[in-house]
């Protein structure tokens, strides 16, 4: 019997496909955190890419330390209707112009 899909998937891919914008949490290799907020977009596979100069500082850490954290969520949703949001982690790297 195949296992069910998780019951939030759906609900996140919609927070995901509604949005532009997230936070992105990174670090220095001595661990000291930043976030920032950062325009992204994603593929059919729901592999995000974000848009950011090189020199930032969350750019910067990347290259140090490639584990980052995420989160997205709707900043005008009503108070008291929360509808959601992600929160992930993972690694990223930077991606060539032409490789997008």
Do not use: C
Not at 20 to 41: D, E, H, Q, R
Not at 72 to 84: A, L, P
């Amino acid at each position: 019997m195949m296992a069910d899909h998780n019951p939030y998937d759906k609900k996140a891919r919609a927070v995901i496909e509604k949005s532009n914008y997230m936070v992105i949490g990174t670090s220095t290799k001595s661990g000291k955190p930043w976030t920032a907020p950062v325009l992204f977009v994603h593929d059919a596979s729901f592999n995000i890419y974000f848009l950011s100069a090189v020199d930032a500082l969350h750019s910067e850490n990347i290259l140090e330390n490639a584990n980052v954290s995420i989160s997205i969520f709707d900043s005008h949703q009503k108070i008291g209707s929360y509808e959601g949001g992600v929160q992930a982690e993972g690694k990223a790297k930077p991606v060539e112009k032409n490789d997008i």
